[in-house]
């Protein structure tokens, strides 16, 4: 239920802001939503204090009941979150190719009114990193659009033509694999400055900026397990997640956040001095932005394999002026020799990745400060068997399908989930973006756990179970479970026997050394 007007479309507090967003998440319009609702939702979509990701659902769905002829949602939502949604991904597909179309047949499109909508396609396509799949005609309409512009003497007399030439491009290739960009740029150099050519312009800044820290990125420690180099091979050509904007946490001192989060836990000795928390497995940012903005007196260290991920994350930081991480190169098992021990480590996503969890795991334990707290997140066996169907469709060596083949089977899957209308992979926002189903289904590795072999883990490493993340699924588990113990994992292996999909995404999970 919303908790203040909506009628106010630019709430200037962040905590309205805040409670608004929280009241819209929870929406799903079957029917057209009013104006005030859909002003609200733009608004809030392109705050920079916000994650958009959390409305995208919402805003996709007015969308979708309005026949997407808001065009200023319609933006909205393709400059700020990744489309998860099927029908309104054909949607965007149809409308990249009559871009398309009308370019290679050198049809007028009037800059003015087309560059905004021009710029939101470029914006999803960018984030979705070109997934969406291309029919052999788009294919060779594309090659010889970038052969014209390759071949552009700078600075044409028409700008807006090199400009537009280049937009749309780059709604089929990232934008620096162009062989024509540059030149495409210096003859667009006279256009008006309009909401494409601001796109195309942050798009080529973001890259460079990003290669110019991969430079300079420290290391620790080295990277020599067969299977770490895989991983970090993949990362770096699919860094992942790509993320927008987040909402910032309230600053809160350490200690004061765990005593609330585990009252009856003995926390690690930290006063008279600052809390000491690894990210382990840090990937594209967001996890230990969020992390270092979360704790008002904590230094953050955030490692991962690929410096593609690191660059990308570095850029964050700088833009969020969190100045209390440091983001160094670094596999886990490269850790043994590390001196400093952690108050916090949390590593989600990752362990699964490895050649062998259980020794990351050990690691990662071994850099536990005494009564120091552990968040792990682990893929769910059971969450994801509704994906084998999708997996039967992929050939034995996945990871190393071309970019045409990833996309043909990609279709497939969605061919198959509307066939048998069992969504599989399709219900999972990760599907939407290549980085994401690359993570997903094409990953060079990925062991899937249950619950039985988390508790003997937890176990062997001498550590104590102290309940799973997020609150909803802890909520269920209560309303299942009225006298039951949060921390009896056998309890929650019975409700995940009942309710599948429970850990959809993955096991979430707070464990604490003695």
């Not at 939503?33 to 769905?61: C, F, K, M, Q």
């Not at 460079?208 to 080295?222: F, H, K, P, Y």
């Not at 006063?271 to 992390?291: D, K, M």
Request: aromatic content about 8%.
């Amino acid at each position: 239920m919303l908790t203040a007007d909506p009628s106010s479309t630019h709430p200037t507090d962040v905590r309205d802001a805040i409670r608004l967003a929280d009241a819209l998440a929870q929406r799903r319009f079957v029917e057209p939503a009013p104006p005030s609702i859909r002003r609200l939702l733009v608004h809030l979509l392109w705050r920079n204090d916000l994650d958009p990701e959390e409305l995208g659902a919402t805003a996709v769905s007015a969308l979708k009941c309005d026949e997407m002829l808001d065009h200023e949602l319609l933006r909205a939502v393709l400059c700020r979150v990744t489309v998860k949604d099927v029908e309104v991904e054909q949607a965007v597909k149809a409308l990249r190719f009559t871009f398309l179309e009308r370019m290679a047949q050198e049809q007028a499109l009037p800059l003015d009114a087309a560059a905004p909508l021009m710029a939101a396609v470029v914006e999803q396509c960018h984030r979705t990193q070109h997934v969406y799949s291309e029919s052999a005609a788009e294919r060779t309409l594309v090659d010889r659009l970038i052969a014209a512009m390759n071949n552009d003497v700078p600075r044409t007399h028409n700008p807006e033509l090199a400009l537009r030439r280049l937009a749309v491009c780059a709604m089929y290739r990232p934008i620096w694999t162009l062989p024509g960009a540059e030149r495409a740029f210096e003859a667009s150099a006279g256009a008006d400055a309009t909401p494409l050519s601001d796109t195309l312009a942050e798009l080529r800044r973001e890259h460079r900026e990003e290669l110019e820290i991969q430079r300079d990125i420290r290391t620790l420690g080295t990277i020599t397990d067969a299977m770490s180099a895989s991983v970090q091979a993949h990362y770096e050509v699919h860094p992942y997640p790509r993320w927008l904007t987040l909402r910032r946490p309230a600053a809160r001192p350490f200690a004061a956040v765990m005593a609330e989060r585990f009252p009856d836990a003995v926390l690690p000795a930290t006063e008279g001095r600052r809390a000491s928390i690894l990210v382990a497995g840090c990937g594209t940012g967001a996890h230990p932005i969020h992390v270092a903005m979360k704790y008002a007196d904590a230094d953050v260290t955030a490692i991962d394999l690929s410096r593609a991920s690191l660059a990308y994350a570095i850029r964050k930081a700088r833009q969020y002026g969190v100045a209390n991480i440091e983001f160094r190169q670094a596999d886990i098992l490269g850790l043994r020799t590390l001196t400093q021990r952690f108050d916090a480590i949390e590593c989600v996503g990752v362990l699964h990745c490895m050649r062998d969890p259980s020794e990351g795991w050990r690691v990662l334990t071994d850099l536990l400060q005494p009564r120091g707290f552990m968040k792990i997140g682990l893929y769910s066996r059971q969450a994801r068997a509704d994906m084998d169907a999708d997996r039967l469709l992929l050939p034995a060596r996945r990871a190393e399908v071309s970019p045409e083949r990833f996309r043909a089977l990609r279709d497939a899957m969605i061919g198959r989930a509307r066939a048998t209308g069992i969504p599989g992979a399709t219900r999972i926002g990760d599907f939407y973006s290549t980085s994401g189903l690359r993570d997903l289904l094409f990953h060079v590795q990925e062991i899937e756990f249950d619950l039985p072999e988390i508790a003997l883990l937890v176990r062997d490493l001498g550590l104590t179970f102290l309940g799973f993340r997020p609150e909803d699924a802890l909520a269920r588990f209560r309303a299942r479970f009225p006298g039951g113990s949060a921390r009896d994992l056998a309890l929650w292996a019975q409700f995940e026997r009942e309710v599948p999909d429970l850990f959809w995404s993955m096991y979430v999970f707070w464990t604490q050394r003695a």
